[in-house]
């Protein structure tokens, strides 16, 4: 067929390629999810129901795409890591980001019921989307560890000050005058004495995030199946890189 005159639009396109052998992090986070946790009457600080929908939204899209090694997911966010030799969609990014982006949010509504049961979806979710590339696995390492490191300070933080409103009757004001210039040690001794709760007892995915890691399983003799599993662990130390070296090998 003979090329059309308007054929030309399309070398204005660009190459949006990413560096080879870099780490390539997607990351989501949910579009004013303060609103959206408020219209859905999310439990505060940690609404159960939601966090395992983000879960196994995420478990959708690293079912999907086989180079994402793994993932981590913490409040309304969630980030996917490709292989640093991935080659998905010739590494284009824009197909990347957006593909991943699309998959999770349809899981999360397509999913939705099953966590929330009765309680309605009441609008459309939206998530953005960005992209970051890590040359070293020391880079990498140190994403993941600054993203767990925020669930922390963001659940130390957000334990106490509902803990303040919801129990003792304090204002938000109150409470955040209250919390203003505290330590982490601070918080942990005026949850205890307070509250009667120890930190360190409250449920692993609370405190830590949520890992995934896809593992091949067998389902019968000769078909197996893939399976996003969710593990609570500390990826700060280095512990947890020495116990799952296979990671950052390549991956077929
Ligand atoms: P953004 O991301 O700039 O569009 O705005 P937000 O509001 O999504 O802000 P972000 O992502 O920094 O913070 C996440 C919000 O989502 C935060 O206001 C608390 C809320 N959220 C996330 N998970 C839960 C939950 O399990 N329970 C409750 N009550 N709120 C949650
Ligand atoms: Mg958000
Ligand atoms: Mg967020
Ligand atoms: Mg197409």
């Not at 939705?112 to 009441?122: A, E, P, S, T, V």
């Not at 199946?225 to 799952?244: M, Q, V």
Request: aromatic fraction near 14%; include cysteine; proline fraction near 2%.
């Amino acid at each position: 067929m003979a090329k059309s005159k308007f054929e030309y639009v399309k070398s204005f396109e660009a190459d949006d390629k990413i560096l080879q052998n870099c780490w390539i992090v997607v990351r989501i986070d949910g579009k004013n999810f303060h609103k959206f946790a408020n219209t859905h009457n999310f439990e505060k600080p940690n609404d159960i129901r939601s966090l395992n929908l983000m879960n196994f939204a995420a478990g959708c899209v690293m079912k999907e795409f086989n180079e994402i090694i793994i993932a981590y997911g913490q409040s309304d966010e969630y980030s996917f890591v490709f292989h640093r030799t991935a080659n998905v969609y010739n590494r284009r990014a824009s197909k990347i980001v957006s593909n991943v982006n699309s998959l999770f949010t349809s899981s999360f509504v397509f999913y939705w019921n099953r966590w929330f049961g009765d309680q309605k979806l009441q609008y459309p979710p939206c998530f953005d989307a960005r992209y970051v590339l890590y040359p070293t696995t020391e880079n990498l390492k140190d994403y993941l560890s600054w993203r767990q490191a925020d669930v922390h300070i963001n659940n130390l933080y957000n334990t106490c000050f509902w803990n303040l409103v919801l129990k003792k009757g304090l204002t938000n004001v109150e409470a955040e005058e209250k919390l203003r210039g505290t330590v982490s040690s601070d918080k942990n001794e005026l949850l205890f004495s307070e509250f009667g709760i120890n930190y360190n007892k409250l449920p692993a995915m609370y405190r830590k995030g949520t890992i995934l890691l896809t593992k091949q399983i067998k389902i019968d003799e000769s078909r197996t199946r893939k399976i996003a599993i969710p593990i609570y662990d500390d990826l700060i130390k280095e512990k947890f890189w020495k116990e799952h070296d296979e990671l950052l090998l390549r991956k077929a």
